[in-house]
T-cell receptor, first 113, second 110 residues
């Protein structure tokens, strides 16, 4: 079955801790994205990558980091510099192009404790 | 800054009625337009996409695009309680990066 897998589904972070959210896809898509969603809000772009070993900042990249060492994987690290990390994080992938849809993973809900 | 605007709602309609969801966008270079449905606590799933001016129908759903007015809409006919969800509008242009609106919450009451 092709798709995007995010893990874990729920994650709790202590103050000052870095945490990494996993995103793996087997759709053979070149483009991958990370979005953040806060209650009642739309999706805000954190980082995106359109090819292996290259990625670009989105609208709210501060306090986050990513890597793209493999086509299938695009992990997101939420660093201690991100002061308000509690949110729902969504990973997506697509074929690079204008007329292509994005496919989403099931999301990771991160909570600061 | 490319913007995609949606009324956050909630939009409340009775079962069997037509629900009309609207979206405007600021970037005239936008080329493709997507409607996603998101149930509470779940990830978005694609309902429809449209690239050309005019209407596109798929079952109970119709997407309408007017590039001159920078406006795209989604009509849901014969609304069902199972249609109650948040509907996200997404827009793509030359960068190939989807930009999302904040979504409109739809409530279909029996």
């Amino acid at each position: 079955d092709g798709g995007i897998t995010q893990s874990p589904k729920y994650l709790f972070r202590k103050e000052g801790q870095n945490v990494t959210l996993s995103c793996e896809q087997n759709l053979n898509h070149d483009a991958m994205y990370w979005y953040r969603q806060d209650p009642g809000q739309g999706l805000r772009l954190i980082y995106y990558s359109q090819i292996v070993n290259d990625f670009q900042k989105g609208d709210i990249a501060e306090g986050y980091s990513v890597s793209r060492e493999k086509k299938e994987s695009f992990p997101l690290t939420v660093t201690s510099a991100q002061k308000n990390p509690t949110a729902f994080y969504l990973c997506a992938s697509s074929i690079v192009g204008v007329n292509t849809e994005a496919f989403f993973g099931q999301g990771t809900r991160l909570t600061v404790v | 800054q490319k913007e995609v605007e949606q009324n956050s709602g909630p939009l409340s309609v009775p079962e069997g009625a037509i629900a009309s969801l609207n979206c405007t966008y600021s970037d005239r270079g936008s080329q493709s337009f997507f409607w996603y449905r998101q149930y509470s606590g779940k990830s978005p799933e694609l309902i429809m996409f449209i690239y050309s001016n005019g209407d596109k129908e798929d079952g109970r759903f119709t997407a309408q695009l007017n590039k001159a007015s920078q406006y795209v809409s989604l009509l849901i006919r014969d609304s069902q309680p199972s249609d109650s969800a948040t509907y996200l509008c997404a827009v793509k242009g030359g960068s190939y990066i989807p930009t999302f609106g904040r979504g409109t919450s739809l409530i279909v009451h029996p």
